[in-house]
């Protein structure tokens, strides 16, 4: 991590806007080549300096002065972190009007699961498995940053996620490559609208380019290993769609794959990303990434990092300095050419003239679009579509308000505001988050007694002398709601942790609760999957929230009273122990697979013989699955599903499989189920994956009500990089499964043919 420097001064930051609303909104988008000749014709007038200049990215240090005489001098191509409409305009008009050539500059800021109004964290939104909801999450956060000059975020973050240790996990949409590779172009496209010009798009990036989320033990920045195969299987797919969704950007990320740091990896960011994917869009580091490379041990200095990176493809230096301080030396030691500075700056300029920046390099979008009633709204749907319901024993919720007439809100998370947020939060106001609590009493209060005994002030909390107050609370309630998990600063970037239990003392109020024998349910708050065996056991209902942002509150009230039937699925495995990571359904066989049933720990008689529980592969403490997997999520309602079939027949490469599946609600409320197709290779070049996810869809039914869901999978879909590191169908028999989750599930097979 780093400081994000703010010295600029107060007045400027109060967002007054009006100075520039005359300024026309953005022109039709121009055509290709004509950008193409506009960006030559530009490259052409400037000198190496300015060239230099656009490569560098700045956030704001010193005096405002300095700054501006900076953008005067054409020395800085992008700021980040500028976030308000007045200061943004007065940046752009001291470019546009006093440097020779009247570039633009770009703004940017991390505009992660929304701006003002803060959407779920995006493992959450992840859990709704719903692209067309993303993607419009991701409208609503462009539409408010364009409203403060930003017209480029650092999202989406489409780093394939297996270990819920690593604290970056909360900004990914989980372990799986297809979920990823889906919704990740969804929110490039609600970023970047209909057309990049428009006033209201922002660029997206692409990040972290590569591999970053496989940090080895998931401690943040470690190390990556992972061999050619993997990468191209598993970690390049998202990123191979966004470049194909048109993704504005690409960042490297901080980690060193197999010695190599990414801003240095010219196989990734050369061979792969613009020979093989052919793009042309701009790379930028990670924040000072390129001078990181000098700790990494993988240059020399400053210079030798400058080298290194630009050598390797990048385009733009994110505050290292690098690029500005040695750039013009290099090109005259003759150790990089001005054709390879040419390059970088092409990829600048054809996104400036892209974004329309400088047709418009003004702000003219009403601040009073920011907590609009819609982006709440929207807000608030994203959450009731990310809520995933974990257990409900003796239907426990709905809870029904004519029945229940006492309810006690207990735990940390009840009244939040701020936590609920979650991780990249540096926009939205606390004061505009509704939390349960708030929510409870406002649309609820009315019909129930509502009794608020926190317990603990914070997750981390282990005062005790709250717990007496809870437990007395909840004696006197007909439902326990007990919020707990995670605080904000427990998960996002550098926040990993080694220990996933709850913290503090929220395990024993837990306890203490259930101890009551009142109905708890206990809805957690977090930003990965915590280790909460011990707490689903005891509770009767388990909500998991993840950090669920601005709207939080009024969408988990609606839940537990029934108004919404949650459809979230885990977007990730949720394992029983620590121990078990990393941990992820799409696993490769082992030898010895695990039996359904393994002897564990407490049924090994003594002196056991060496070989007497099996020789497989499990743990002897926590067995071989996990507490809930991948996919797994209830509804208050129940679902069939019956009637699998396939179009079968001779397939070959080019042709597409169909499948469907008839699915009946068999409850009595209406109800979302996210139907999931599963698929196997079982023979291969290379070992595969037991199952990966291919298809998935969003199915609404009455009760009673059944539809036939139909999948098509065109069988060029089942490539993979085979033993020759070519992507390939390879014939042979495969497995499929239509299921509520990755185990189990209704299953056929059918037959590739060369
Ligand atoms: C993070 C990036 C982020 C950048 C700019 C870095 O520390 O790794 O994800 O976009 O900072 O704030």
Redesign the pocket.
Request: net charge positive; charged share 30%.
């Given at each position: 991590?780093?400081n994000?420097i703010y010295l600029l001064s107060a007045s400027l930051m109060v967002a007054t806007f009006s100075f520039f609303s005359c300024v026309s909104s953005g022109e039709k988008e121009t055509g290709k080549d004509e950008i193409e000749k506009k960006v030559e014709n530009l490259l052409g007038k400037m000198t190496l300096q300015e060239k230099i200049g656009q490569m560098n990215q700045l956030?704001p240090y010193g005096s405002e002065e300095e700054m501006y005489a900076l953008v005067k001098e054409g020395k800085v191509g992008s700021f980040?972190?500028i976030v308000n409409a007045e200061v943004a305009n007065k940046i752009q008009k001291t470019a546009v009007e006093q440097s020779r050539l009247g570039i633009p500059v770009l703004m940017?800021?991390?505009v992660?699961h929304g701006y003002k109004t803060i959407f779920p964290i995006c493992l959450g939104q992840a859990a709704s498995f719903n692209p067309d909801l993303v993607r419009e999450s991701a409208r609503v956060a462009a539409i408010e940053a364009s409203a403060d000059g930003i017209r480029w975020t650092?999202?989406p973050?489409i780093d394939v996620s297996r270990d819920p240790r690593w604290g970056?996990i909360a900004?990914s949409c989980g372990e799986d490559p297809y979920l990823t590779a889906v919704l990740g172009k969804a929110m490039i496209e609600g970023f970047q609208g209909d057309s990049l010009n428009d006033p209201t798009s922002i660029a997206a990036?692409a990040?972290?380019f590569v591999g970053?989320g496989a940090a080895e033990s998931g401690r943040d920045y470690n190390s990556t290993f992972l061999p050619e195969r993997l990468l191209r299987n598993v970690y390049l797919p998202p990123f191979e769609a966004a470049a194909k969704a048109g993704a504005a950007t690409f960042?490297t990320?901080?980690n060193d794959n197999d010695g190599v740091p990414s801003t240095g990896n010219k196989f990734i960011l050369k061979n792969v990303l613009r020979e093989e994917w052919k793009y042309d869009g701009m790379v930028v580091t990670?924040?000072?990434?390129a001078t990181e490379m000098i700790t990494h041990g993988f240059c020399k200095d400053a210079a030798d990092a400058a080298k290194k990176s630009l050598d390797a493809g990048v385009d733009m230096d994110?505050?290292s300095g690098a690029f500005s301080g040695n750039l013009e030396n290099l090109v005259k030691e003759n150790k990089i050419s001005e054709k390879q500075i040419d390059e970088a700056v092409r990829n600048i300029l054809r996104l400036k003239f892209r974004l329309g920046l400088f047709e418009n390099p003004y702000v003219s979008t009403p601040q009073s679009v920011k907590y609009s009633p819609e982006h709440l709204a929207k807000a608030k749907q994203a959450v009731e579509q990310s809520v995933i319901l974990l257990k409900n024993t003796n239907q426990t919720l709905p809870l029904n308000a004519d029945e229940v007439h006492t309810v006690a809100v207990v735990g940390p998370l009840a009244d939040a505001p701020h936590d609920q947020m979650g991780t990249?939060v540096f926009d939205g106001e606390k004061a505009h988050t509704q939390t349960p609590l708030a929510a409870l009493r406002a649309v609820y209060g009315d019909k129930v007694r509502i009794i608020y005994e926190p317990a603990l002030a914070y997750s981390r909390d282990k005062q005790t002398t709250g717990l007496a107050k809870a437990v007395n609370a909840a004696k006197q309630a007909d439902v326990v709601l007990a919020f707990v998990g995670e605080e904000s600063i427990l998960s996002g970037?550098?926040h990993s942790l080694a220990d996933l239990n709850l913290q503090g003392l929220q395990s024993e109020l837990i306890e203490k609760l259930s101890q009551t024998g009142k109905p708890l349910v206990t809805v957690v708050m977090a930003g990965r999957p915590l280790t909460i065996a011990k707490e689903v056991e005891e509770s009767d209902a388990v909500l998991y929230a993840f950090h669920p942002g601005t709207m939080g509150g009024p969408a988990l009230a609606d839940i537990l009273f029934g108004k919404v039937n949650p459809s979230g699925k885990t977007p990730v495995t949720f394992p029983k122990m620590v121990g078990q990571l990393p941990m992820y359904y799409a696993h490769n066989n082992t030898g010895r697979p695990a039996l359904e049933k393994e002897m564990l720990l407490d049924e090994i008689p003594m002196e056991a013989g060496q070989t007497s529980v099996g020789c497989r592969s499990f743990f002897l403490d926590a067995g071989s699955t996990p507490l809930f997997p991948f996919g797994y999520g209830l509804s208050y309602t129940t679902f069939s599903y019956g009637n699998l079939k396939i179009v079968s027949g001779k397939l070959t490469v080019s042709d597409t499989l169909k499948v469907s599946v008839e699915l009946k609600n068999t409850g009595r409320y209406e109800g979302t189920e996210v139907v999931q197709l599963y698929v196997q290779d079982k023979v291969g070049s290379v070992t595969r994956p037991v199952k990966e996810l291919k298809r998935f869809q969003r199915v609404n039914l009455q009760p009673g009500e059944s539809k036939q869901v139909m999948f098509d999978l065109p069988v060029s879909e089942l490539a993979f990089w085979n033993i020759d590191m070519k992507k390939v169908v390879e014939p042979g028999d495969f497995k499929l499964w239509v299921a509520s989750d990755s185990q189990g599930g209704l299953t056929t097979e059918f037959n590739v043919a060369e």
């Open positions: 991590m780093k994000k956030s980040l972190n940017a800021r991390d992660i650092f999202a973050m970056r900004e990036c990040k972290h970053y960042m990320s901080f990670d924040w000072a990434s994110m505050v990249w970037e550098a």
